[in-house]
């Protein structure tokens, strides 16, 4: 086991080393840098949102489809409100105050009622949820180019000679942070144990007594957190749109198929690698056009690696 | 053949419908609606390939339109750069969006649910942004060396030149689609399709070649796209990176879902809610987003309580009808019973089946390992069964389903062989012993209650290549032997417990069984469903020639039945042997029976 283990990991470098090497040989170091930067960026941007649709995942069995339309809703009204006066703290707070409100009423209200469906059934109810929220927040903002600034995009910091904005290294901290606060969470209190428990069997934890209903709600709470501020940096960082926005769970599937819905390093890991690898391949002339297709062709050869071998014969419940 | 072309209620209003579609609506739309009418019938066609592999596979498939749009681009391509006729071209696109289909079904034979989705959005969003990249044809610097705007203006059929007789024209090729969706359901492949959604395990020990199957099912719902693809493209006559978009696909499945994905009138509904719902919001002054809302609201509503959507509830809506004004109750919901063997002829119950059944050979075991990571499952297992009735017994755990899943080919060998006659089992597939007269029931019944009984059990015979005629009578044998005769017709998810039972046996002993395996029969039964159906067991071989392993808890029922019996105990072999023998055995009531003193 140890042995498959260290050869995978090998396997990732070496892959990663040959990917960043075949595409920015003949680049100065300087401009492989600034891509290399701006692609962790990105990459903590669709590790966030995957990080958010496994923590929920685990917990309450539902794949959330609508974590992108949330962060949608509270960036908007976040633009909203900075429009309208009001102090920007506050106006950050809102979005994701409104994100968790959106989440949280969808977990206490709908979720509960399919509570014993199969997995793709929920994820299918989310579908409709976020259609819902994408139509309300297309219908409110009609598509005009928008732009939220936060202060920290002014602000430059010096690393290795190259200048990153203060945006970028937050959320590239926020995406390591948020694993590790999510790994002691899940470790150290006894919320983390019955989410745990309830990840691992649904209904033995129920008779045992895990107060289902509760930790669920926790973890939608936790999910809305991160997918309003998932929205708020994606809006400063990439493009203020409703749909874009909403439709950034798919990269965000992609970075959590890559850590198999479950584990969250390598979620993070998974998403940081198709920010990059996506951002590089900005450098080639050839497959400039095929940017935004990496990361699905990255999440589909993952997911097919993890298969290999096995016979797919029986399901769980067989 | 009658069976085939047989109409149903719901049948005879589609076709109506269709009528009244072709004849009237195309001359009385305004020239705003006929395009909308087109597009809304092309949508049609593609929600009913997604639709009819959510409803029958249970798959969920989310490229619909990536494949639509690669279908259009094909064709409009085709149309500049060459002189073909446009039905040519058509097909031309429908077989390209074919063979994508079949590339899409490669994860599918490995991956399910959840990830087949995740797999297929993915790809979709891949095809999105390599016609996006790639702008061909209108735009760009054009592809296979034509350049777009320089060919000739783009031809539509000879036939239909206007927007009106354009219109008539794609309902004709939508209604003969979906005339071919129809007719798979009640032919072979609908039959493996609903054991395969049922379970992969037990379509492959019916003889269901799966990975065919799903392929098929694949091409066939990637070929519609791409004729509805290239329809559309025929309608608008120009194409950009904003008229096929990856994030639609989700749309087409949600609104195959809303619409009700079991029926024809669903795919309708969902057709219409795409393209008319936001043309009359625009009519209205609203603006078109709002669809987004009324779709998803659809979406949620139709998940929680309505699980066969709109089309579902007029269904029944109208049957509820009928019901009141004293005509003929439909059947569940509208559903429609396809082709089955005819009820049965009991008089026949001793005739042996002449294709090759029966085994005149013992049933030999050598060797047999199996290894789960570091849990030895069998451990060097041997046994040769020579008698009619062999029981396998052993605590839970001890290896039986293990056993069984050996025969049935779904689990590897670290080392041993199989071998019945001359026959070595373990150098078929798994669905190739079910062909050659391998049969097994599962522990829960693995029967596909959207197909009637008489259908359940000819999935068995499909592979065979019998005559229709043939294949009809032995169903109906098969099911006068276990006295289902009656209930051929009836909806397999109508049964109860004990019947479908019996449904699981007359699969095991259709069409020329050789070795008949089952695991826990007699689990869940009264005492007097476990008297007959060890009666129906001891009959099978005198009737059909096959030899039947059994592994029960029932002590008594083992000991009633089998004169051979092999007790397994955490994968190791403790005694083989005549069952009385067996059963008095130290050892074996030390691990089995529960006395603790050896």
Request: charged share 15%; proline share 4%.
């Amino acid at each position: 086991m140890t042995q498959t283990k260290t050869f995978n990991w090998l396997l990732y470098l070496v892959l990663m080393a040959a990917i960043v090497a075949a595409l920015g040989w003949d680049k100065p170091g300087k401009i492989l840098g600034l891509f290399f930067v701006s692609g962790l960026a990105v990459g903590s941007l669709y590790a966030l949102g995957g990080i958010g649709m496994v923590v929920l995942y685990r917990a309450t069995g539902v794949l959330n489809f609508a974590n992108g339309a949330a962060g949608a809703a509270g960036a908007m009204t976040a633009w909203q409100l900075v429009e309208w006066g009001l102090w920007p703290p506050l106006a950050w707070l809102a979005c994701i105050g409104l994100a968790v409100a959106i989440l949280l009423g969808y977990g206490r209200l709908i979720a509960p009622r399919l509570a014993w469906r199969e997995p793709v059934v929920k994820a299918v109810a989310t579908l409709g949820f976020a259609l819902i929220i994408l139509g309300v927040v297309s219908y409110l903002w009609i598509d005009d180019p928008r732009k939220l600034s936060l202060p920290t995009d002014k602000i430059g910091i010096q690393l290795l000679g190259l200048r990153v904005t203060a945006t970028r290294l937050i959320v590239f901290l926020a995406s390591l942070g948020i694993v590790a606060g999510i790994y002691l969470y899940l470790t150290r209190t006894l919320v983390g144990l019955q989410m745990r428990s309830l990840a691992n069997n649904r209904s033995l934890s129920a008779l045992i007594g895990i107060p289902i209903l509760r930790v669920e709600t926790i973890a939608w709470g936790i999910s809305g957190v991160i997918a309003g501020f998932t929205g708020l940096m994606f809006g400063d960082l990439i493009r203020l749109e409703p749909t874009v926005i909403t439709f950034m769970v798919i990269p965000s599937i992609a970075a959590a198929v890559c850590g198999r819905l479950e584990n969250l390093a390598l979620v993070l890991l998974g998403g940081l690698s198709m920010g990059v690898i996506e951002s590089l391949l900005t450098l080639s002339p050839v497959l400039k056009g095929a940017r935004p297709i990496a990361p699905f062709v990255i999440a589909a050869i993952v997911l097919l690696w993890y298969q290999r071998g096995t016979r797919l014969t029986f399901d769980s419940k067989d | 053949m009658r069976r085939l072309f047989r109409t149903t209620p719901s049948g005879r209003i589609g076709l109506l419908f269709a009528l009244f579609a072709l004849l009237v609506v195309p001359s009385v739309a305004g020239n705003q609606w006929l395009n909308i009418f087109t597009s809304t019938a092309c949508f049609a066609l593609a929600v009913a390939g997604v639709a009819f592999m959510y409803a029958r596979l249970g798959m969920v498939s989310l490229t619909q339109v990536g494949l639509m749009g690669v279908g259009g681009w094909v064709l409009l391509r085709l149309n500049h750069g060459t002189t073909l006729p446009f039905e040519a071209n058509l097909i031309a696109a429908g077989a390209v969006t074919m063979v994508l289909g079949m590339i899409l079904a490669l994860p599918a034979l490995r991956l399910r649910g959840l990830y087949l989705a995740l797999v297929t959005l993915m790809a979709a969003g891949g095809i999105e942004i390599v016609l996006a990249t790639f702008q061909f044809p209108n735009g760009g610097a054009g592809f296979w060396g034509v350049q777009t705007g320089s060919g000739e203006p783009f031809r539509r059929p000879a036939i239909a030149q206007t927007d009106e007789s354009y219109l008539r024209y794609t309902l004709f090729v939508v209604v003969l689609g979906f005339l071919l969706i129809e007719l798979h359901r009640r032919l072979a492949p609908g039959r493996a399709w609903a054991l395969i959604r049922r379970s992969e395990a037990a379509a492959m020990s019916a003889g269901v070649n799966v990975t065919l199957y799903k392929t098929w099912a694949f091409a066939l719902s990637g070929l519609l796209a791409g004729i509805a693809g290239g329809l559309l493209a025929g309608s608008l006559g120009l194409l950009d990176g904003g008229t096929f978009r990856a994030s639609e696909s989700v749309l087409v499945y949600a609104l195959a879902v809303v619409g009700g994905a079991n029926f024809w009138l669903g795919a309708v509904i969902a057709a219409a809610l795409f393209r008319i719902l936001p043309a009359l919001l625009n009519n209205w002054g609203l603006d078109a987003d709002l669809s987004f809302v009324i779709f998803g609201a659809g979406l949620l509503h139709a998940v929680i309580t309505a699980p066969n959507g709109i089309a579902g509830q007029v269904m029944d809506l109208a049957a509820g009808l009928r019901a009141r004004l004293g005509w003929r109750p439909a059947g569940p919901a509208g559903a429609v019973a396809g082709e089955t063997g005819a009820a049965g002829e009991p008089g026949a119950a001793v005739r042996r089946f002449d294709a090759a059944g029966g085994l005149d050979a013992p049933i030999e075991i050598r060797d047999l390992t199996v290894r789960f990571g570091g849990v030895l499952a069998l451990d060097r297992v041997e046994a040769v069964f020579t008698r009619p009735v062999s029981g396998i017994i052993g605590p839970n755990g001890a290896g039986k389903t293990t056993l069984m899943n050996v025969f049935s080919g779904f689990v590897k060998t670290e080392s041993g062989s199989i071998r019945a006659g001359d026959t070595d089992l373990m150098r078929l597939p798994a669905h190739r012993r079910g062909l050659w007269g391998l049969r097994r029931s599962f522990q829960r019944e693995e029967i596909a209650d959207d197909l009637s009984v008489g259908q359940n059990v000819a999935v068995q015979l499909d592979g065979l290549g019998l005559a229709p005629g043939v294949r009809q009578a032995e169903v109906a044998r098969a099911l006068a032997m276990v006295g289902l005769a009656a209930q051929a017709e009836l909806p397999a998810g109508a049964l109860n417990s004990y019947q479908r039972r019996l449904v699981d046996i007359a699969k095991c002993v259709v069409g020329g069984p050789k070795i008949i395996m089952f695991d826990e029969p007699a689990g869940g039964l009264s005492t007097e469903e476990t008297r007959a159906l060890g009666d129906l067991i001891l009959q099978i071989h005198a009737r059909t020639g096959a030899m039947t392993l059994v592994i029960d808890h029932d002590v008594d029922l083992i000991a009633r039945i089998c004169e051979e019996t092999l007790v397994l105990d955490f994968g190791k072999q403790i005694a083989f042997g005549r069952t009385a023998r067996v059963l008095a055995d130290p050892k074996v009531r030390a691990a089995y029976l529960g006395l603790e003193e050896v």
